[in-house]
């Protein structure tokens, strides 16, 4: 049976483990897939690796992106790819591993998987010990969150929308306990909004276990949107 991941620690893994490069992420439905893959793709750039989203329908749309982009990690959606794309897409393999350094993240159902890997067998030898099942987080718990929070307000005296702006200008105190604040916040579109400029202010190496620790500990906040 697969492993199974959220988001955070998935791409935390992708980021941090210098191989394999081609991974493969089943979702429940197809539906979770492009929403799953846009969110994976979001974070594996916070972790501090160039990342970019593809909807593929085709091979040439996969291998147009990789030769564009030889250095950006591909998160692709390829519920649409037939089997005649898988065909294409396993005899392009050599080419698309180039010089092993290209990364690639196929995200699709369980369903698409079967047939992709029936189709496309040799392709499908390089994601070997690399599928996992990606899940959405669970609902945040709320239980001491509040008390945690008013006892961070007091400690810096500064309210949430004051730590967002300080982390957005690049001010905010580099320690944990401010990651956990963004992360824990009442004002869930603030709070990612703020741990995202948070995250740009540090070095992805000091940021990574900051990121693992917030994200085990409110798992929620990583599918909130800023916009």
Known sequence: MSPVFSVWRLAARIANDPGPSWTAALSDTQAAAEELGQELAEEVTANGLPARFLVASTANDIEGVLAAEPHTTLVTDVEALTTAEWQRLDRARD??????ATRIVFVMTEATAARGSAAAPNLWSFLAGAVHRLVAEAPLPAA??????AALREHYAMSDADIVTSAEKGSAPRDPYIAEWLASCANMRLGVRGARAWRRGVTAAACRGTIAMVASRFPRSVRCRSS
């Not at 001491?144 to 929070?149: A, V």
């Open 95 to 100: 080419r698309l591993e180039g010089d092993g």
């Open 144 to 149: 001491g969150r509040e008390g945690r929070l």
